[in-house]
């Protein structure tokens, strides 16, 4: 039973606009929340993270908000850039637990 | 730092075989996992590891699965016997505990049962 739901497989924006990620998640106990981004062939790698006491997380052109009633965060980028294409996972860990929970991802792809 | 190491990068193999799968997680971190992706899953955790200790294994599919933490530098996953649902990409990762800006992922192996 997944925990964490990417329900867009894929997304397509054009160069210089805004990425819009989403993500939901069904279990409350879950306080901390992580966006990772992959390349083809590499590992996951660690993008921007946020704690259920804040509602926004910035990081340059990363924006990650935290609807924690709604059980929503999503993930800016602005302006998305050729480089930001790849495939964009959601995760989420409840307190004291090691593991995260992940979701099937997104693929991002930005026209030039 | 060398980051987290997985061998091999490609592993092809017929069904039935065993199939040997290893990491070598940055050095100091206390937790070590090993994940899956499939297209229609995602990432799946199979097991994870705290100071070499298994704490949860509830993901491991069948008991054709198994996985070894014998120090702290390495960990093995192992497929005895192979079958060709078990065709994925399989991804080490490690951290410094919770809320620690997350895990490390290796660069994973991509397992090819025929």
């Known amino acids: 039973d997944q925990q964490v739901k990417q329900n867009s497989p894929s997304l397509s924006v054009q160069e210089g606009r805004i990425s819009i990620l989403n993500c939901d998640y069904t279990n409350s106990m879950f306080d901390y929340f992580l966006w990772y981004k992959k390349y083809p062939a590499e590992g996951p790698t660690f993008l921007i993270s946020i704690s259920s006491i804040k509602d926004k997380n910035e990081d340059g052109r990363f924006t990650v908000f935290l609807n924690k009633s709604a059980k929503h965060l999503s993930l800016h980028i602005v302006p998305s850039q050729p480089g930001d294409s790849a495939v964009y996972f959601c995760a989420a860990s409840a307190p004291g637990d090691y593991k995260l929970s992940f979701g099937a991802g997104t693929t991002v792809t930005v026209r030039a | 730092d060398a980051g987290v190491i997985q061998s091999p990068r490609h592993e092809v193999t017929e069904m039935g075989q065993e199939v040997t799968l290893r990491c070598k997680p940055i050095s100091g971190h206390n937790s070590l996992f090993w994940y899956r992706q499939t297209m229609m899953r995602g990432l799946e955790l199979l097991i994870y590891?705290?100071?070499?200790?298994?704490?949860?294994d509830s993901g491991m599919p069948e008991d054709r699965f198994s996985a070894k933490m014998p120090n702290a530098s390495f960990s093995t996953l192992k497929i005895q016997p192979s079958e060709p649902r078990d065709s994925a990409v399989y991804f080490c990762?490690?951290?410094?505990?919770?809320?620690?800006?997350?895990?490390?992922f290796g660069s994973g192996t991509r397992l090819t049962v025929v």
């Open positions: 590891f705290n100071n070499n200790v298994p704490i949860d």
């Open positions: 990762a490690s951290s410094l505990g919770y809320g620690m800006g997350g895990y490390t």
